[in-house]
């Protein structure tokens, strides 16, 4: 990847054919110029399983739970990727994984100096750095196929509000990239990440394991849990060390509600 002048939005759908010919899994891309979510997109709605839908702007992006994800202009990239339907936890651990490589691949190839910063992921999909979110990952299954939606921070030099607390971006982190590399980085991980083995899947989630030995707040069906987190075993749950001694958290009831306090000292 190289820092030079952003590459205009005329070249992205051919750079992305160009790249899906060389792919085993992802043979079609689609880059549209703005849409309100490429999850929505009447273009994501119509693929076949193998495609990417992308756009150089989207306005109204989905998050988790329902959330937002920050409209910032053109600043990061929104990818979804069409796949064919296969269990829910198994997706989510590919996006994560992917996610992480993609940006793992930018920050090793292009930063302006000091020491390449640590790529995590923290259960089950986000991309963080130093307890920062650089990348969030949505799966939602529409009959045959299932969508997996990817957001990544890039070029925003800072964020504003509550996000300045819990996000981060490849450029704060030192990371000069043209988005269409970042996005052809993304493509590449994914079309490898959709032929991984599950055990391969969870050793790559291991490698990059940023919850465990952290305290967390989860939200659980039984309410409100806080916890050291012990070990993970990502497509079933969590065990978690509570006042009330050690509890195995589901991996499809549990969600962190909160985190990012100080690493549990006896890891
Ligand atoms: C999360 O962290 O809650 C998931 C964020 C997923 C955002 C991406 S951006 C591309 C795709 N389109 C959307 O509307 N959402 C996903």
Not at 70 to 99: N, Y
Not at 158 to 184: K, P
Not at 210 to 222: I, K, M, Q, V, W
């Amino acid at each position: 990847m190289s820092a030079v002048e952003p590459v205009a939005f005329a070249e992205w759908q051919g750079r992305l054919s160009a790249e899906c010919m060389r792919l085993g899994q992802i043979r079609s891309a689609v880059a549209l110029a703005e849409t309100s979510s490429t999850q929505d997109a009447q273009e994501t709605r119509a693929a076949r399983a193998g495609t990417l839908v992308t756009a150089w702007r989207q306005t109204a992006g989905r998050g988790r739970f329902g959330r937002n994800w920050a409209d910032t202009q053109t600043a990061g990239v929104a990818a979804s990727f069409v796949v064919e339907a296969q269990a829910g936890e198994r997706l989510a651990l590919i996006g994560a994984v992917a996610a992480a490589d993609a940006c793992d691949a930018a920050l090793g190839s292009s930063r302006e100096s000091g020491q390449r910063a640590s790529v995590g992921i923290k259960w089950p999909n986000d991309t963080v750095v130093d307890g920062k979110k650089l990348a969030g990952v949505l799966i939602e299954r529409r009959g045959d196929v299932a969508v997996i939606g990817i957001g990544i921070n890039v070029s925003q030099d800072r964020f504003e509000g509550e996000l300045a607390h819990r996000a981060t971006s490849l450029a704060i982190l030192g990371a000069r990239v043209d988005r269409i590399d970042v996005l052809t980085a993304l493509l590449r991980a994914l079309d490898v990440a959709l032929t991984a083995t599950d055990d391969d899947l969870i050793a790559r989630f291991h490698a990059r394991d940023a919850l465990r030995g952290t305290r967390a707040l989860f939200a659980t069906p039984e309410g409100p849990l806080e916890g050291e987190v012990v070990s993970i075993d990502p497509m079933h749950g969590l065990m978690v060390r509570t006042d009330a001694g050690e509890r195995f958290l589901p991996a499809a009831s549990t969600s962190v509600a909160e985190w990012g306090r100080a690493r549990v000292q006896s890891r």
